[in-house]
């Protein structure tokens, strides 16, 4: 017995001599590396890939504003709303490395054609500060019941045309009737009065996202435009993870359509062209960004795609 010990003993020495002639591959020091999807595992998913082809694994946090000025603030520290220095500190001790950042569409683009660059630079900035802790970021373009107009927030209400029949918030609640002065909106009382996920069924609400899915007065293409100009300011930026199309989307007018309450129909017959546009836009700017994308937030038993956003030779990206 006390042979065998000491024969296993001086093995295990002489694999730890020979340890630091062993030539390991460099990794870069570098914490921020582009990040690729890799060749498909058993399981038929991709995995996260780095430069240094190591496989990454992401955990993070959600970092969205839902109003005006649409982005975190970054000249204090807020336990709530803030993207400061310490916050940055703060996740990178608990082990975060990568925020979904809120790219607001209101935000963007306030006026139809009119891009405020000052905004996206403001994006820029709080990822570039993230990057220098070691964290990515995922672009979001976060939304919940389209827009102000609806109690909700994500789309610019310019995109709003007038094609419901019902006014809001009917058939889910009788229609409002306080107003803000200033924007036109419901009052903040008003949209108490109701849950906010069930404004979806609101005739108004479902007619209005239709109208954007069907490019109803070239909608949809500003929307794509819009993610282009985005893509374009963060164009070969390592620390972008990718780019979230849409936070959440609703399968469209189901006042007209009941089947799209089916996700595999909503993603199907909407969502999958509305993503192929989407897609094709950022790609024609940036060709190597990741983009994110899902269906509708009821679909927990499959769903109605076809192909990846673009077509079928985009599933590595």
Not at 36 to 52: C, I, S, W
Not at 90 to 112: H, S
Not at 160 to 179: D, K, Q, T, V
């Amino acid at each position: 017995m006390l042979r065998s010990s000491l024969l296993l003993w001086l093995f295990l020495l002489q694999i730890a001599q020979g340890i630091d002639r062993v030539r390991l591959p460099r990794v870069s020091d570098d914490p921020i590396l582009p990040i690729h999807l890799g060749e498909p595992g058993a399981t038929g998913f991709r995995p996260f890939v780095d430069a240094a082809g190591r496989e990454r694994i992401f955990h993070g946090v959600n970092a969205i504003v839902k109003g005006a000025p649409w982005h975190p603030r970054t000249e204090y520290f807020d336990f709530q709303t803030s993207l400061h220095d310490l916050d940055f500190d703060l996740l990178k001790t608990a082990g975060v490395n990568v925020i979904r950042l809120g790219t607001m569409w209101p935000g963007i683009e306030p006026q139809r054609g009119q891009y405020n660059m000052t905004y996206i630079g403001v994006l820029k900035s709080i990822a570039q500060k993230a990057a220098k802790r070691g964290i990515y970021t995922l672009l979001d373009m976060h939304q919940d019941a389209l827009t102000e107009r609806f109690c909700g927030e994500g789309f610019p209400d310019w995109v709003i045309l007038p094609s419901g029949r019902l006014r809001f918030p009917e058939p889910y609640l009788a229609p409002f009737e306080s107003f803000d002065p200033a924007t036109g909106f419901p009052t903040v009382e008003e949209c108490l009065k109701g849950d906010w996920s069930r404004y979806y069924f609101a005739e108004a609400v479902s007619s209005a996202v239709q109208a954007i899915y069907d490019n109803k007065d070239g909608i949809l293409d500003a929307w794509a435009n819009m993610w282009a100009t985005v893509a374009a300011a963060f164009k070969n930026e390592p620390y972008v993870l990718g780019i979230e199309l849409v936070n959440e989307p609703w399968c469209g007018n189901i006042f007209h359509n009941p089947l799209l309450l089916v996700p595999e129909v909503a993603d199907e017959y909407n969502l999958q062209r509305v993503y192929d546009r989407l897609a094709t836009a950022i790609w024609e700017v940036d060709p190597t960004r990741l983009v994110f994308f899902a269906g509708v937030t009821w679909d927990n038993y499959g769903n109605g795609f076809s192909h990846p956003p673009g077509g079928s030779q985009n599933a590595n990206r």
